[in-house]
Structures are given as C-alpha cells and as structure tokens.
C-alpha cells in the first residue's frame, strides 16, 4: 500500500520548529564563513600596506663624495646665491658637462632650487651606504646609531621615500635621486586616451544590447557571449592583440610618422597612444557588462512613460534612461579603468620602457607607466630601489583611491541633482 505525501501546510508545530532551527543553525554557519572570508581580506589588506609603508620610511646612512661644509663656510648649500653655486658647478664639473647643462637649460636661468639640486647631485653626489626599514628604525634605533656612529665621514637621517620630491623628479640611476614624474606622466597620458576611446564606445554597445538588440537571435546572442568571454581573457593576451593591431599593423599612424615624416622612427609604434588603444580593448568587455547592469536596473515604467508622452526610443533613452543610470555607469567606468590603470603584462608586449628620462610630450612618445617602474625598481639588486619601489606604490595606491573617489562623488553629485 503506497504511503501518501504529507502536505508542507500539514507538518506538526515539532517538524516545523526543527526546520526553522537547521535554518537558522545554516545561516550562522554562512555568516560566520562571510565574517571570516572579510576578516582574512581585511587582514591581508592590512598586512600589505605595513609592508609597503614599512619600506617606504627609515634610517638612511650617506656618505657624500664632497661635504657640503667644502663648498660653504655654513654647510648648508642655501645660504648661497646663484652665482656662487654657478660657480661651484663650474669649478667641479667638465666643460663639456657645463655645456650640456646649458643646452638643456641655462644655469643662469634655473632657479636657486634647481640648482641646488644639481649641486646635490653633481658635485656633493651623496651615496646612500645603507638603509633601514620602518620598523627596524624604530625598534633598533640604538643600534642603527652605533653603526652610523663608527664612521665620521657619513651622516645618518631618517628619510621619507615618499616626498613632493619623488613626485616631481623624473627617473635617475642614483635611488636618491629618482622620481615618478615620467611614469606617473605616462600614466595620466593613457587614462585619458582610455576614457576617450572606451567610456562612449562601451557605453554605445551597452545602449545597443540593451535597448535595441532586445530579440534574442542568434547573432545578439553571439555577441553577448563573446563579451562576456572576452571580459575573462587574461591580459596579456590584449597585449599581443596590441602588439600585432597597434604597434605593427597600425605602425605610420602609432608612430606618428604619418603626421610627421621627422618624428622619431626608434619607436616602431611602441608609443603611449598604441598602450592607451591596448588597454582600451581590454576594459571594453567590462565598461559594456557594467553599462547593461545600469541600464537594466532602470525600471521599464520610465521607459513606458515616456513613449505614453510621444517620445521617440532614442528621446526616452537619451533623455530619460540614460541620465537616470548614469551615476552607475560612471562607477563602473572609473573602476575598470583603475584596473587598466594597475596593467603590466599589456604594456611589456606593446613596448613600454623601463627606464625613461624625459617626459613624454606627445600621444607618439616613448613611454613607462607606474606599475612598470615599480617592476623595474622591485628587480634591482640594491635594496634601496625597493624603498623607492614601495614609495612609488603608495604613490600609485593614492592615484586610483583618488579616481576612486571621484566616482563616488559624481555619483553623489548626480544623484543629488536628479533628487531636486
């Protein structure tokens, strides 16, 4: 005799009270996984940035080639004028040297700061001999100044890696030296050439998909997938999709030689614009994916009103639809580019430098960018290039908290606007 099914509303109070307590029993055990899962990520967050702050500050220990006290009775090289530290360079350089110096800028006319800085660099030539950490400099401090103390002839100072200094300095040999400012160039340089292309064009694709691409044929269904697919390809892949589009098959155009037959030809399109239409693919996929959510999470009553008033599909999508989510798209938009921002693999296959001294003045310029002098200086053998390597990444970390919030704030501004 077959048994007969209990209905769900015929459960005892018991069965029912059990089935409440496995439930709630489940849900603390995912609750405590979910705390546990944001504790680790917290932790781990917290545990990177004291290792890079740990590198970026500490003891220095410098031993100068000449003491500044041989160049001026004070020792200290601000208490000169121009012309006496013109002269000072003069004095201690060759004169072929002094001649490239005034072919790049007249020493009379460089300011007194920069030509301190040359003398600094030029005639003082400081040598870093050795460098502490943070927490070394601040727990063994007594023992870091012995070691500077069994030597007259160097000076021991606590020194920021991190300074306005850094940012504006260009790149160096000398760690003590050298600068973000060519990097960090090259990369506002791409930011902008990927706002420019990727912002209108993903927006563009994500209003035709949504909006207009609303039967579900096999040719939108492709190119939904594919989108998809393409926002998962591993980047480096883009790099040699660049590689090969930009920087070789797009050669008199990324080069500039089609502009400009003088233009430099060393660059074989390995320039800033080809790195910038590179990583422009790359956030494409995401700026599309993100775009569509926006637009989706529009409710259809908007877009119903409008057409009941007479407007046409594009008046209600450009008047209504798309301002409506635009604090939205905006977000998503900032966030993949502060991913294109963080890309290294790409930009090594297009041809970005390592090592740049000048910055660069146009879209058709040799180029770095900061994750690739971070690279370059992390594999340096001298352990103060990873000081440096650690300034320049706090330095990074503030340029994409920086983009970061920016969104967040046309995004409040936004909706603040459409509230009124």
Known sequence: MSKTKTHPMAR?????????????????VWQ???YGATGIAILSL???????????????????EVEPADLVASGNLADLDQAGLIAIIEEYQSAGLVRRFNAEKPLANRSERELIDLVEE??????????????????????????????????????????????????????????????????????LIVMVVAFPMGVA???YLEEYA???????????VNIYNLAGIPSIIYGLLGLALFVRGMAPFTSGAMFDPTVDETTNGRTIISA???????????????????????????????????ATKWQTVWHHVLPASFERVLTGTILAISRAVGETAPLVVVGASTFVTFDPASLFAKFTTMPIQIYQWSA??????????????????????????????????????RRV
């Open 205 to 207: 694709a994500a209003i």
């Open 214 to 224: 609303t039967k579900k044929t096999w040719y939108n269904r492709l190119i939904e």
């Open 276 to 310: 910038g239409l590179t990583l422009a693919l790359l956030i494409l996929p995401l700026i599309i994916i993100n775009s569509r959510e926006a637009l989706k999470a529009i409710p259809k009553s908007l877009r119903e009103s409008s057409y009941a008033v007479g």
């Open 12 to 28: 005892t109070h018991e069965e029912l009270a059990a089935l409440i307590h496995r439930r709630r029993q489940t849900g603390k």
């Open 380 to 417: 340096r053998p001298q352990s103060q290039f990873r000081n440096i390597a650690a300034g320049a990444i706090i330095v990074l970390l503030i340029l994409m908290l920086s983009m970061n919030a920016f969104a967040i704030i046309m995004r409040n501004r936004i909706a603040k606007e």
């Open 32 to 34: 405590l996984a979910f």
């Open 46 to 64: 917290i545990v990177l940035l004291l290792n890079i702050f740990n590198g970026a500050f500490g003891f220095v220990l410098i031993q100068n």
């Open 122 to 191: 030029r005639v003082v030539k400081p040598v870093i001999i050795q460098a502490w950490s943070l927490q070394d400099s601040i727990f063994r401090q007594n023992e870091i100044r012995a070691v500077a103390a069994d030597s007259d002839l160097t000076t021991l100072t606590f020194r920021s890696w991190v300074s306005w200094e850094f940012v504006v300095s260009p790149q160096n040999p000398s760690p003590q030296f050298a600068g973000v400012r060519t990097a960090l160039l090259g990369s506002l340089w791409m930011i």
